[in-house]
């Protein structure tokens, strides 16, 4: 599993412009199962996206498709962790190794 943390380089009115191209990338990787969760930080200097994929490379493919990374107005911060505690309801994400 994977938290993969967006830090903002540029403006929030250039962040804005891109909103709608971002969710379509956003959406394609929900749709595949491999997001579970994301959102903006608060205050609004990035974001937050949890996913679970097999490898740092699917997910660094994955970051590459996102119109932030082509665009160049964020920064990635990639962390991968094996859950080992969890509630009940989340357990259906969590792959056995």
Known sequence: ?????????????????LIPQ????????????????????????????IANASSRNEIEKIISEDPFYIYEIADYDVTEFIPSKYNENFKTFIKDS
């Not at 943390?5 to 804005?16: A, N, Q, R, T, V």
């Open 22 to 49: 971002h969710n379509i990338f956003l959406n394609k990787h929900y749709e595949s199962g491999l997001f579970i969760a994301s959102g903006r930080k608060e205050p609004r200097t990035g974001g937050i996206i």
């Open 1 to 17: 599993m994977f938290i993969i943390s967006l830090i903002y380089k540029s403006s929030i009115e250039d962040i804005e412009r």
